[in-house]
């Protein structure tokens, strides 16, 4: 706990917000490997699209869990690293073997709404804890996440 001091936040105040960090960790790491099986798996005439927004998409996710377990390690806590801690706490759900284009995007969309909640609890978390590096981490997450569900509604043909 050594870094809060350096940084200037209170330890007692941490301890929700690395929980809640936690929690979008796990739920990112499942999340991350479906957009692995969606990019692996995807067939049919919208293959080239969605086969590389796939990638695009489980890059940046990959990204992010980096991003995420280390702002959890600079608050001064442990990262959940275990896939069946992940699994465990994930609200976003495994998706074996899905190749139908539509159906990997509204799992997205479906992901996404989790997530997004979860980055809103995180902020309020942030907040109340005085941490302005974990609001504006979020802040960017979501505005970027909100411009995916957009795009992803406009793909279904949504409004």
């Given at each position: 706990m050594e870094n809060t001091a350096?940084?200037?936040?209170?330890?007692?105040?941490?301890?929700?917000?690395?929980?809640?960090?936690?929690?979008l960790l796990c739920n990112y790491q499942l999340f991350y490997m479906n957009l692995r099986g969606f990019h692996w798996n995807i067939k049919g005439d919208k293959f080239f699209e969605l086969?590389?927004?796939?990638?695009?998409?489980?890059?940046?996710?990959?990204?992010?869990?980096?991003?995420?377990?280390?702002?959890?390690?600079?608050?001064?806590?442990?990262?959940?690293?275990?896939?069946?801690?992940?699994?465990?706490?994930?609200?976003?759900?495994?998706?074996?073997?899905?190749?139908?284009?539509?159906a990997a995007v509204e799992s997205i969309l479906d992901s996404l709404k989790i997530i997004i909640s979860i980055e809103r609890e995180v902020l309020e978390f942030s907040?109340?804890?005085?941490?302005?590096?974990?609001?504006?981490?979020?802040?960017d997450?979501?505005?970027?996440?909100e411009k995916h569900v957009w795009m992803f509604n406009a793909y279904l043909g949504e409004k």
């Open positions: 350096y940084i200037g936040l209170e330890v007692e105040s941490l301890k929700g917000l690395s929980y809640k960090l936690n929690d086969h590389a927004k796939f990638e695009e998409l489980y890059n940046d996710s990959l990204e992010k869990i980096d991003v995420i377990a280390e702002r959890i390690k600079t608050l001064g806590f442990t990262p959940t690293h275990a896939f069946s801690d992940y699994i465990e706490i994930s609200k976003v759900k495994e998706v074996k073997n899905l190749g139908d284009g539509k907040v109340e804890a005085n941490d302005e590096g974990t609001n504006a981490l979020m802040s997450y979501l505005r970027g996440l």
